[in-house]
């Protein structure tokens, strides 16, 4: 097969005294993402959909959080393993479509930046990482505004 898709998603609470990454970018805002690395929600459900569609398992499979190697490690480091890892088995990104759930803080002016960088981190044009971000109207955890989750969809070619 010449192609494939892969679907990923992650969340992570919101807490004091952590910095807020989503999508390699630093976003002003008083509380950050809780996790083992540095918790950018975007990249992990990226990771996981590019992983899925090389058929590689999972971000947890290969980047463990129980071990300390990862911690507080920059998910941007996670992102380039990944491309690396499906690069083993012939594939590149052909594109992401990635949806960012959070009620605040209001990610649309980061959006720009996040593609950027992600698109230089996986060797691809900035159009072919498309970022959307919504909230949940304040239901559930997210609109309690208790954590960020996030949702990505890839397609992956093989070079042949």
Request: with cysteine; net charge negative.
């Amino acid at each position: 097969m010449a192609f494939r898709i892969g679907f990923g998603y992650d969340v992570h609470r919101l807490v004091n005294d952590r910095e807020l990454w989503i999508g390699g970018v630093k976003i002003p805002f008083e509380k950050g993402l809780l996790g083992h690395s540095d918790a950018d929600v975007l990249i992990h459900a990226i990771c996981d959909a590019l992983l899925g569609a090389a058929c590689m398992r999972d971000i947890g499979y290969h980047f463990p959080d129980n071990d300390s190697e990862f911690k507080d490690i920059d998910s941007k480091i996670l992102l380039a393993r990944t491309i690396e890892l499906i690069a083993t088995k012939g594939y590149r990104v052909g594109n992401i479509d990635a949806t960012v759930c959070a009620e605040h803080p209001k990610l649309n002016p980061h959006i720009p930046a996040m593609q950027k960088v992600l698109a230089e981190i996986m060797k691809t044009d900035e159009d072919a990482v498309s970022i959307k971000a919504t909230t949940t109207e304040r239901l559930g955890f997210t609109g309690r505004e208790e954590g960020i989750s996030a949702y990505a969809v890839c397609l992956i070619v093989k070079d042949e």
